[in-house]
């Protein structure tokens, strides 16, 4: 069998280095959330990379449950910071959990003229595809 992404590594060990020293604008796809089922009926569009002011809901781990805005999205160590969703230290300072936008949902969208058409291009090729697969 043929690899079918030639750009992609089957080796675990070239897949982790690629993934580890990836630039910025890998890791913006790479932290991408899936959307509530009502963004994915709305907009046909499954998950969109996270960005800053974008309303989420912790699906996975201990603050599961938990929704609130995005403060932040800390590429270099891909996870996102959520309001609210906070830890104290042992010297009364409140610090931010980091969460991975995989196990988080996306339930408002921050909408501006790129990220509708980023949008409207993922909703137009998904599509497609659908009406390829009825044609055959």
Same mark, same amino acid.
């Given at each position: 069998m043929t690899k079918i992404n030639s750009s992609l590594h089957s080796s675990r060990r070239k897949s982790r280095k690629a993934h580890f020293t990836a630039?910025?604008?890998v890791r913006r796809t790479i932290?991408?959330?899936p959307l509530s089922k009502e963004l994915r009926e709305k907009h046909n569009v499954r998950s969109i990379? #996270?960005? @800053?002011?974008d309303e989420v809901l912790i699906t996975r781990g201990s603050c599961k449950g938990r929704e609130g805005k995005v403060t932040s999205v800390y590429r270099l160590k891909?996870?996102?910071h959520v309001e609210r969703v906070s830890r104290e230290k042992s010297n009364g300072q409140s #610090?931010?959990?980091g969460?991975?936008?995989s196990k988080c949902t996306v339930t408002k969208l921050k909408l501006d003229k790129d990220r509708e058409s980023i949008l409207e291009r993922i909703g137009k090729g998904r599509e497609? @595809?659908? @009406?390829r697969k009825e044609k055959a």
């Open positions: 630039p910025s604008s932290m991408s959330a990379p #996270v960005r @800053k002011d891909y996870i996102i #610090v931010p959990i969460i991975h936008p497609e @595809k659908s @009406k």
